[in-house]
């Protein structure tokens, strides 16, 4: 009730500061509106570097991954040469049939078991190859988008940069706008701001128009907007219709 009592009391008033209210909120907007997409350009190219980062990673920890397979399989086939070796010494020392066919026996398996490492080797090898051109494509991708980052920041701050003081100036005079306005009209305003795309909530009647959604106003209604007795809104947008002299 006492909500309802104040409005009715300060009409004038209120419409004068949503008025006010409009008109700051607007600056506002069209400074936003000078940043274009450059903060979402912004954002996005974050998160791809994000993401090819990531994927750098990966490429990174699988060649170290590959690269210390190899070591180890270039062990093995040293290792394994080395025991060859020894059968061979062994073979200067057979006594029997027996002997010569189990040591012929380990050699035989003994190279079968470096050839196979050998072919693991090989195709490690060109797994690493293909791992390396890999991140080196990441790597350049990468550079080009932190240079087109870089060029976006600098292009947007620029832009916060030449506005700064009207942005302040404009913010701090919406927040002392705001404290003055009743609650309910300002819940409604906000609502209204926040159903369209051009943030547009008092409009003028232009040609005995909606400023807004541009349908026509009732004879009665422009009576009603010229008296101030109420706060009207327009029927079909339900945008807060104002009379151009109030401005």
């Excluded at 057979?94 to 470096?114: P, T, V």
């Excluded at 050998?118 to 990441?138: H, P, T």
């Amino acid at each position: 009730m006492t909500t309802t009592k104040s409005i009715e009391v300060n009409i004038p008033k209120s419409i004068a500061q949503l008025i006010a209210l409009q008109k700051l909120d607007t600056k506002i907007d069209d400074i936003e509106m000078m940043k274009g997409t450059l903060p979402q350009m912004v954002e996005e190219l974050k998160k791809e570097l994000n993401n090819l980062k990531a994927k750098k990673h990966n490429f990174e920890a699988e060649i170290n991954g590959i690269n210390e397979f190899i070591v180890t399989k270039k062990t093995l086939v040293k290792d394994g040469d080395a025991i060859l070796k020894k059968y061979e010494k062994q073979s200067d020392n057979i006594k029997n049939n027996r002997e010569f066919e189990s040591i012929n026996k380990q050699k035989s398996d003994k190279e079968s078991e470096i050839k196979l490492t050998q072919r693991e080797i090989v195709d490690a090898e060109v797994a690493l190859q293909a791992k390396i051109r890999g991140l080196e494509s990441v790597n350049k991708i990468i550079a080009e988008k932190e240079s087109l980052l870089k060029h976006k920041e600098e292009e947007l701050n620029g832009i916060i940069k030449e506005n700064e003081k009207d942005i302040i100036g404009y913010t701090e005079a919406k927040s002392d706008c705001v404290k003055k306005i009743d609650k309910t009209i300002l819940d409604s305003y906000t609502k209204i701001r926040n159903a369209y795309q051009n943030k547009l909530v008092v409009v003028n009647t232009n040609r005995e128009s909606c400023g807004g959604c541009f349908c026509s106003i009732p004879p009665q209604k422009l009576i009603e907007i010229r008296k101030q007795k109420k706060i009207v809104s327009c029927e079909y947008c339900g945008r807060i219709l104002v009379n151009e002299d109030d401005e």
